[in-house]
């Protein structure tokens, strides 16, 4: 029998223990080789795209003789106005990589010894960056569509006489949010979060390409797509799957996405519950990736993703 590919050699070419071991002039050097790779690793002023500096002796940034800005190895990027070390961000990303259902921040926050708060912003922007940097266009080929919902959580009463129906509106907190995921077979996974499944039809319309198939389960609201394109459906109190039509990889998405929230996260609803969906279409589309390349894009996608609005600064702005 075949080996699986996370179990072979090939899928593990990252060493944390290498990174965590690099002294901090080493992984200053290699960010700045990832992110200046079109100069060798020699500096860019992020304003002006001037290549001739100054090396301030007072404090480790560079002087632009372009705009007389001064510059580090993080300004304009993701990392922008950070306080950990390089090696420290490095390993973060490293250990975030690892982790195949998520990675948490108060788990990140032991393994590092860093407070909770720079953990959550630091993964959220890992997040961010990956978000940014994946491949947009509309979808091709076969499509499954699905939806399923997360928080909004409503603990039922203790006395059995008590209890409501949870499934009717009036008894739901009103915090309940679906995740519509578009998967292309053998391709790219994209979502969308909203306040009912139906919104996936928009979603679909926007992001599937003319002629792609769509693959869809019994619910009504996915009739629309039939005048749009060429639809198998799937009916899953009978089968699920049958004459060629499932949404099977969609509801493997669902189940790494269930995965993170009950046994890494506990909670991933809320404001950002499209960032850890996205997070986790990007890890469905790795999963044959070995560590070491997952790794590489990370850093690379943070080397080039801008100053983020949401992030920089955002326990402040909470305190504020």
């Not at 409503?154 to 008894?171: L, Q, S």
Request: aromatic share 8%; net charge positive.
């Amino acid at each position: 029998m075949a080996q699986h590919f996370l179990l072979s050699p090939a899928a593990k070419t990252l060493s944390l223990a290498k990174i965590l071991r690099m002294s901090d002039q080493d992984a200053e050097k290699a960010f700045r080789m990832i992110r200046w790779a079109d100069t060798d690793g020699e500096p860019v002023c992020p304003e002006c795209g001037c290549l001739e500096h100054y090396n301030l002796k007072s404090r480790p940034v560079w002087k632009c003789k372009g705009c007389s800005k001064q510059f580090s190895r993080t300004s304009g990027t993701i990392f922008h106005s950070r306080k950990l070390s390089i090696r420290d961000i490095l390993g973060a990303i490293a250990i975030f990589t690892n982790g195949a259902k998520g990675y948490s921040a108060l788990q990140l926050s032991r393994d590092l010894d860093i407070d909770y708060k720079t953990a959550f912003v630091l993964l959220h922007k890992c997040r961010e960056a990956i978000g940014l940097a994946r491949d947009a266009g509309a979808l091709s080929g076969d499509v499954e569509v699905d939806g399923a919902y997360f928080g909004g959580y409503v603990k039922p009463a203790n006395k059995r006489e008590d209890r409501k129906d949870r499934r009717k509106k009036i008894h739901q907190s009103g915090k309940r949010q679906v995740v519509v995921v578009m998967r292309e077979r053998g391709g790219r996974t994209l979502t969308h979060v909203g306040v009912s499944e139906a919104e996936g039809v928009a979603a679909a319309k926007a992001n599937v390409a003319t002629g792609a198939t769509v693959h869809a389960d019994e619910a009504s609201h996915w009739d629309k797509l039939a005048a749009h394109f060429p639809i198998k459906r799937i009916n899953h109190q009978k089968a699920y799957s049958l004459d060629g039509a499932c949404t099977n990889q969609a509801e493997s998405f669902f189940s790494r996405v269930r995965r993170a929230e009950i046994g890494t996260h506990h909670h991933i609803a809320g404001k950002y519950l499209a960032a850890y969906a996205g997070e986790m279409a990007w890890r469905e589309d790795a999963r044959r990736v070995a560590n070491g390349s997952q790794f590489a894009m990370i850093v690379s996608a943070a080397a080039i993703a801008p100053k983020s609005d949401v992030w920089c600064g955002y326990w402040q702005r909470q305190q504020a």
